[in-house]
């Protein structure tokens, strides 16, 4: 074997053994620095507004959005009218193209609704009883 291919073989063996990784054990060390991820969608908060992801934006429809971005759930006032053309109010949550919320009758009575969006702006919801209610954001 000629003293430069010697040399070359030498030092690579070098530098491998060079880089051999020191392993700790993180299970056991107590001291350790890594710390556990929680996620947001993981923790329910009583005000929108306590969600770390809350946002604002008076330039579109919503009242306010939480989640992350690309899952976002947009919170909506609307009105509208039920199946009798009587005037109806409340708010939606979205996901996507659906979500759920609450609509006041002109009775008062509070209704839980499933929401669809039907067009821009414009939604179609239903209650438990099949009544439905077309509606828009605000």
Not at 8 to 20: E, H, I, P, R
Not at 77 to 85: A, F, L, Q, S, Y
Not at 99 to 119: K, R
Request: aromatic fraction near 12%; include cysteine.
């Amino acid at each position: 074997m000629n003293k430069t291919t010697f040399l070359a073989f030498l030092f690579v063996l070098t530098s491998l053994l060079g880089c051999k990784e020191n392993k700790t054990n993180y299970e056991d060390n107590n001291d350790s620095q890594v710390q556990g991820f929680v996620s947001t969608k993981d923790i329910e908060y009583e005000e929108p507004k306590d969600d770390p992801t809350y946002h604002v934006d008076e330039e579109h429809k919503y009242e306010y959005r939480t989640g992350t971005s690309g899952d976002y759930d947009y919170n909506y006032d609307v009105v509208g009218h039920n199946d009798n053309g009587d005037e109806v109010s409340g708010n939606v949550t979205m996901n996507g193209k659906y979500g759920n919320g609450t609509i006041t009758t002109p009775d008062g009575d509070e209704v839980e609704v499933d929401v669809e969006w039907i067009d821009y702006g414009k939604l179609k919801a239903t209650d438990e009883n099949g009544n439905e209610y077309e509606l828009e954001a605000e």
